[in-house]
């Protein structure tokens, strides 16, 4: 049964926010749209979805145990993450369908309380808040799970052996912590090969296995993935992540040239390679190589669901954009204005891109050893 109970809730947060003395409130997160005409029917779904979490989550908070909960709706970012709005609006009542009625609708507060007054964040919102409290939740020690695009369909992959997702994510850390390289072979239509090598030194990865067991932590939920950012450069030393990428969009092949962790160039016909090289052109920082990511949920009987949320933690994916939030060097400024800040997964499985395979993926390490550690798509070290 694809719901959430007061039971499954409380269990969700005990679970994944091992508890603090020191945890006493938690804040739901909830976007509003700016404009009503961009607004959908899965957004007003979840939206519903968030007012009942925190009505469940007051029910069953003395099982957490917590003193408070509260629902906080702000204006959408616009993008997926784009750093919040100054204010947000603690709302008792019922929820706006547009923002300019949130001040009509709630008590305003602004982040920086927000992030100094809560303890824990669960944010189901349409657009992702995983940079910017990522960010925040290093300077103010509260703990985050971010679920954008968050459905009724992903509740099974909040139910899977999270003992076992941990334990292949800390394989894969320490297998990326130690490696100077990861290379990359794509197959197209079964037939075209593409290369690609991503540089891995100087960066540590980061390990996704679903819980938030020190302060200061944020990230996704339903979670399985170890991802770490190729280096970019800033070290004076230039990237050595270099190569071409193919990602299918719209059905379509669109190849991306990339030389010192950048896209130089966009090879492809139609509107999507198009719109690549627009979105490019506009916004340079959009060819940012940002993380190399690899979802182990795949293995666990989890399929897609159309959503970046879950969908990245099945396979391979690499990022385009944004990367500060992962350690990384290319933030907010870097882009023309907030609303333009993005961090975009390309995830490469056979149901979200059909036309790419993954024929091989080899680890280079200090002194010349490699090791293999996918094959035809799937992990060949679990």
């Known amino acids: 049964m694809n719901t959430l109970t007061t039971r499954d809730l409380v269990n969700l947060v005990r679970s994944a926010f091992p508890r603090f003395e020191t945890d006493k409130r938690l804040a739901v997160f909830v976007d509003i749209p700016r404009d009503p005409a961009k607004d959908n029917d899965p957004w007003?779904?979840?939206?519903?979805?968030?007012?009942?979490?925190?009505?469940?989550?007051?029910?069953?908070?003395?099982?957490?145990?917590?003193?408070?909960?509260?629902?906080?709706?702000?204006?959408?970012?616009?993008?997926?993450?784009?750093?919040?709005?100054?204010?947000?609006?603690?709302?008792?009542?019922?929820?706006?369908?547009?923002?300019?009625?949130?001040?009509?609708?709630?008590r305003p507060i602004a982040f920086a309380d927000v992030f100094g007054s809560f303890q824990i964040i669960l944010a189901p919102t349409e657009f992702s808040t995983t940079a910017p409290l990522k960010n925040a939740g290093r300077a103010f020690g509260f703990r985050a799970a971010t679920m954008p695009?968050?459905?009724?369909?992903?509740?099974?992959?909040?139910?899977?052996?999270?003992?076992?997702?941990?334990?292949?994510?800390?394989?894969l850390k320490g297998l990326l912590d130690e490696s100077e390289e990861a290379r990359i072979e794509f197959r197209i239509d079964g037939r075209e090969t593409r290369s690609m090598v991503f540089d891995l030194r100087f960066r540590a990865a980061h390990e996704s296995g679903g819980r938030f067991p020190d302060k200061g932590m944020a990230g996704n939920l339903p979670s399985g993935e170890t991802y770490i950012v190729p280096y970019e450069g800033e070290k004076g030393e230039p990237s050595r992540t270099r190569g071409i990428l193919p990602v299918e969009i719209e059905g379509v092949i669109v190849s991306f040239t990339v030389e010192a962790n950048k896209v130089a160039a966009v090879q492809g016909i139609g509107p999507?390679?198009?719109?690549?090289?627009?979105?490019?052109?506009?916004?340079?920082?959009?060819?940012?190589?940002?993380?190399?990511?690899?979802?182990?949920?795949?293995?666990?009987?989890?399929?897609?669901?159309?959503?970046?949320?879950?969908?990245?933690?099945?396979?391979?994916?690499?990022?385009?954009?944004?990367?500060?939030?992962?350690?990384?060097?290319?933030?907010?400024?870097?882009?023309?204005?907030?609303?333009?800040?993005?961090?975009?997964d390309r995830i490469y499985i056979p149901a979200v891109q059909p036309r790419i395979g993954i024929t091989s993926v080899d680890l280079r390490f200090p002194g010349g050893r490699a090791e293999r550690i996918m094959t035809a798509g799937r992990y060949s070290i679990f």
Request: glycine letters at 12%.
């Open 149 to 171: 695009g968050f459905a009724a369909s992903m509740i099974p992959a909040l139910r899977v052996d999270y003992a076992e997702v941990g334990r292949r994510c800390r394989l």
């Open 272 to 344: 999507a390679a198009e719109a690549e090289r627009a979105h490019l052109l506009a916004e340079p920082a959009y060819g940012n190589m940002a993380e190399l990511g690899f979802g182990v949920l795949g293995d666990f009987g989890l399929d897609p669901v159309g959503e970046i949320l879950l969908d990245e933690k099945l396979g391979l994916h690499v990022a385009f954009g944004r990367s500060d939030h992962f350690g990384g060097a290319v933030g907010p400024a870097a882009f023309s204005s907030p609303a333009a800040v993005i961090h975009l």
């Open 44 to 106: 007003k779904v979840r939206r519903e979805m968030a007012v009942a979490w925190g009505a469940a989550l007051k029910e069953g908070k003395s099982d957490i145990p917590l003193d408070e909960i509260s629902l906080i709706a702000y204006p959408d970012t616009g993008s997926n993450n784009a750093d919040l709005p100054a204010l947000g609006y603690i709302i008792e009542g019922a929820l706006p369908a547009k923002a300019e009625d949130l001040p009509s609708s709630g």
